[in-house]
């Protein structure tokens, strides 16, 4: 299901979420692991990439470009549209949610979040993205 040598854009504010999500991702399996400390850097580090990014894991409040605004960058960018996005966060509010929808989020994770959850999370943005239903 997955290809584990997928380069993946982890984007998070703060290095310790960055670690933790990169060593859930490596627990999985994955092993092309980039990260970014905010959205204006990963959007340089995904529109400059020699091999595209296959999914980008963004925290949503961020300084600067937040998750979400992220997001719909990604999204309105021909280059970039395509590209399964999760959003990771401690924001669960309904309206959260209906936005992140709405700017067409692959999959939404709140945090505080288990490596299972993810994974899960993982299957379902690649299975929108592919057409199918998450196993």
Do not use: C
Request: proline residues 5%; charged residues 25%; hydrophobic residues 45%.
């Amino acid at each position: 299901m997955f290809n584990f040598d997928t380069p993946i854009l982890i984007v998070d504010d703060m290095l310790t979420m960055r670690k933790l999500v990169a060593k859930a991702l490596r627990g999985i399996g994955f092993t092309n692991i980039t990260d970014a400390k905010n959205g204006n850097e990963a959007w340089e580090k995904l529109t400059s990439a020699e091999i595209p990014f296959g999914l980008v894991i963004s925290d949503w409040m961020m300084p600067d470009l937040t998750g979400i605004d992220f997001l719909k960058r990604v999204r309105l960018d021909p280059r970039t549209r395509a590209t399964p996005f999760l959003l990771l966060t401690a924001e669960s509010s309904k309206d959260n949610v209906a936005e992140a929808v709405t700017a067409g989020v692959s999959s939404y994770i709140v945090k505080p979040f288990t490596p299972d959850t993810l994974k899960k999370q993982l299957q379902a943005a690649y299975a929108k993205h592919q057409g199918k239903t998450a196993a």
